[in-house]
């Protein structure tokens, strides 16, 4: 019998760490950002939030190429894996293209929350410059996803790093204008994000054309369209979730933008703290995908079964230690955002922070649920249901009643604060009982593709 746990960690420590790295570079990013501008630091979230979710659905189809190339790879189907990967790489083009026709509609759409002057110009700078950057983050997913799909994970580590080492220099030297670089801001915050960026592309884009992989039929990069349309099949749904779970979080920090800067630069704050422990945690999630899309393509379902409770475990008792430090030492969090330069009521921030933290100690515990079972049900290709599910709960749950309570009701921070933790705690509870009815094992997505290529 396999030792699941020694299986589970070798795939997933990589990419942990990977994610932890990822983690320290946003955590460094903002503090660095935070030094320099108070100001500048309530606009960076809402502009990259809503980077992140114009991005989502692109990137929530190029990561089921992650579960294409596991499921694969677990069924020996070698020749295909490549072909799916250079689908995803396209898609990113497309993505990429939307994103530079998003440019000048930036500052319509910021202008519409009604936010301060001076915090709309940061938005829309910083915006419009990571809409640059859109291909090779969207393509950079598809390609990683030939590494990690086949646990080839510490090449997703190695890159990582490469990436974040160059981001977080280029940070340094641009927003501060250190030695030959002139003082750029938040503007040379978003250079950083798109130059780093496009450095992952080329060094994935590089090591998937490597000679050695030529047994994943690499080189076949002409563009498929029965194989690009399933991919939308299964991805679309997975995008869409990714789109709903993101921008319920931006449309949300755009309202806490309504009730001042205060609010919002606690929100901000307090979402980058929960970063430092939800992002590495998504490389457990991560694994738990992959080894269960394994298992699929090997038939062994209820092994990839065992895989999900073991990540599930682990990742709670991280999470729990987490929030547990959240309560009792928020101030050892909190001090990396106190600005340098600016002050601008930064004890108010302080005070309202410790206590949104309270809040993110408490759903955390209950996010456990979210990052494990959805991640199981993605590896076994269910979907649909992830997508219908955030579909019903951000519109019912999250957004109705937060937009009627603050716009209507004049509701406060905590207010808004109580009804995202709701939101968090119901979603967790639903894919827990999803994964436990086990619906996602009548899913067959080698035997779909079979069909397709009459194998």
Known sequence: MKNHLKELLSVSLPLIISSSIWTIQHFVDRMFISWYSVKALASVMPSSFLNLTTMSIFTGIAGIVNTFVAQYYGSKNYEKIGKIVWQGIYLGIIGGIFHLLLIPVAPYFFKFFGHQKDIINYEIIYFQILCIGAFPSIASVSLSSFFSGQGRTKIVL????????????????LIFGKFIFPEMGIKGAGIATIISGFLSFFIYLFLFLNKREEIYNVKDFKFDKELFIELLKFGVPNGVYYFLDISVWTIFLLIIGKLGITPLSSTNIAFNVNTVAFMPMLGIGTGVSILIGNYIGENKKDEGERIAFIGFFITFIY??????????????????????????????????????????????????????????????????????????????????????????????????????????????????????KGSWKKIDLIKIERRIYGR
């Open 158 to 173: 190695f890159v990582s790093s490469l990436q974040a080492f160059s981001h977080l220099i280029l940070d340094y030297l």
């Open 319 to 436: 999470m729990f230690l987490i929030a547990l430090s959240y309560v009792l030492i928020p101030d050892f969090y909190i001090k990396f955002f106190k600005p340098k330069i600016y002050i601008e009521n930064f004890e108010e921030v302080r005070k309202l922070t410790i206590i949104l933290l309270r809040f993110v100690a408490f759903y955390s515990l209950f996010d456990t649920m979210n990052i494990i079972f959805i991640s199981a049900l993605r590896g076994a290709g269910d979907t649909k249901f992830i997508m219908n599910t955030f579909l019903s709960t951000s519109i019912f749950l999250f957004l109705i009643p937060l937009y009627v309570l603050i716009f209507f009701f004049s509701a406060n921070v905590f207010i808004a604060w109580v009804i995202a933790t709701f939101y968090v705690i119901i979603n967790g509870i639903i894919f827990f009982i999803r994964f436990l």
